[in-house]
């Protein structure tokens, strides 16, 4: 799982950048042929190593699919129906996060292992065929350089920070070796940030972060899924370990928010389209910020139509926030910045889950042993379900503290954005 997860998240933002120089549909083909041959050779793979390798090439694939999937999205429908659009895309990430487990779990309770990569062949060869039949062939704009020492320092950037915040969990954060990881991450990053500003033709253009506007979507949305992130790993623990569920309900239960999401978004997507994108990612966080006060509350007596009625909120909040999020972010630049700037939004959601992993996973674990009093073998998961529920809800109000945060950003970008409306109208008045 590390080695798809490290391989995805440190490519997306250069298959971005490929697809802006070479042009989306080639890259974005490959990207299925790429990942059902590694996916037919993780089914095949003799060893642990092997699958592990194996698993390497599935995700160099699926960085060319997921880095691209909103900038083709953009460039195929006018700004008028961009945020429908994009709300159906999240729909069918939705579908796919509640169908995924399951389907998954029924083919190895039948089958075995391997077939969990084997049922990837039919479907990739209909990925490749659609995307050559489907997806517009543009031509990039003008002769482009790929930015190979951007690229370099990036990637190296990229995978030290994932790879101290996925450790770090089990070593814990203040180890030696999880801050030397740290402090390489943000000297490669730093490094990174130089070579771009020299060069002529960057990977990522940080004239587009000028944008103020641009920059509080793409922080709000990180934070967002950090938020998310650590919520989704805490609430098995809840459901299995404090209340009781087994692993089948609780895999029920979770699918509440891709519901939410998947329900609402194509909704939002579409009014954002008519009444602009800023009133309604405001509207998405205050329903989350909601939806997580609604858990705070959730306790040891908490019934099965209390929890979803709960979690719910979160799952619409989210729902509601993402669809128009994204349309302002792939509306704000330029079509020959849409690759990197597709693939800039996906390493947000990819490095927001880690952070929230992470970050909320070891603020509850410490938040339950303090209210336990002492640390016990088994870790926080050993300790008695009233420190876990007191944990959690110590947790959630720091999600709320973040949630806040990015509300307020969104809501000083929608006063921005109405006075630059309010200064045109009167600058184009006789």
């Known amino acids: 799982v590390l080695a798809y997860l490290l391989t995805l998240s440190t490519l997306l933002l250069s298959m971005g950048r490929l697809g802006d120089m070479v042009g989306k549909k080639p890259v974005y083909a490959t ?41 083709i999205v953009t460039e195929a429908f006018p700004p008028s129906e961009r945020g ?47 995307a050559w039949r489907f997806v517009p062939s543009l031509k990039p704009a003008g002769r482009q350089r790929f930015d190979y020492a951007g690229a370099a320092t990036l990637f190296g950037g990229v995978l030290a920070l994932l790879l101290a915040l996925t450790i770090g969990q089990r070593l814990g954060f203040g180890d030696t070796r999880i801050l030397l990881l740290v402090a390489g991450s943000l000297a490669l990053l730093a490094t990174f940030v130089i070579i771009e500003r020299r060069s002529s033709q960057p990977m990522i253009d940080l004239g587009l972060f000028r944008n103020r506007l641009l920059s509080v979507n793409l922080v709000s949305g990180l934070l967002t899924f950090v938020s998310m992130g650590g919520t989704i790993i805490l609430m098995p623990f809840l459901l299995e370990n404090v209340l009781g569920y087994s692993t089948r309900q609780v895999g029920l239960l979770m699918a509440t928010v891709p519901l939410g999401i998947g329900v609402v978004a194509p909704v939002s997507g579409a009014i954002s389209d008519r009444v602009g994108t800023r009133p309604i990612t405001v509207i998405g966080l205050l329903c989350m910020l909601f939806g ?126 109405r006075r630059m409306r309010r200064m045109a109208t009167v600058q184009s008045s006789p």
């Open 292 to 417: 997580f006060y609604t858990m705070s509350t959730v306790g040891l007596e908490t019934t099965t139509l209390g929890f979803v009625l709960s979690f719910l909120p979160v799952g619409i909040g989210m729902g509601i926030f993402q669809s128009p999020n994204n349309s302002a972010v792939m509306g704000s630049v330029p079509r020959q910045r849409l690759g990197v700037t597709s693939g800039l939004l996906s390493i947000t959601r990819t490095l927001g889950q880690t952070m929230g992993i992470a970050v909320v996973g070891a603020l509850w674990a410490s938040r339950t042993l303090f209210h336990h009093g002492f640390a016990v073998p088994e870790g926080a998961t050993g300790a008695p379900a009233g420190a876990q529920v007191a944990g959690l809800h110590d947790t959630f109000l720091v999600v709320m503290g973040l949630l806040a945060f990015a509300l307020g950003l969104s809501v000083w970008g929608l006063v921005q954005e």
């Open 84 to 130: 429908r659009a994009l709300g159906l895309n999240g729909t069918m990430v939705s579908i796919g996060i509640v169908i995924g487990p399951t389907l998954g779990g029924l083919i190895i309770d039948s089958l075995s292992w391997n077939w969990i990569f084997f049922v990837n062949l039919p479907i990739g060869i209909a990925g490749t065929l659609m």
């Open 31 to 71: 990207g299925f042929v790429v990942f059902t041959a590694g996916s037919v050779l993780c089914g095949l793979a003799p060893t642990v190593q092997w699958l592990v390798a194996f698993r390497v090439i599935q995700a160099v694939g699926a960085s060319m699919i997921l880095a691209l999937g909103m900038a």
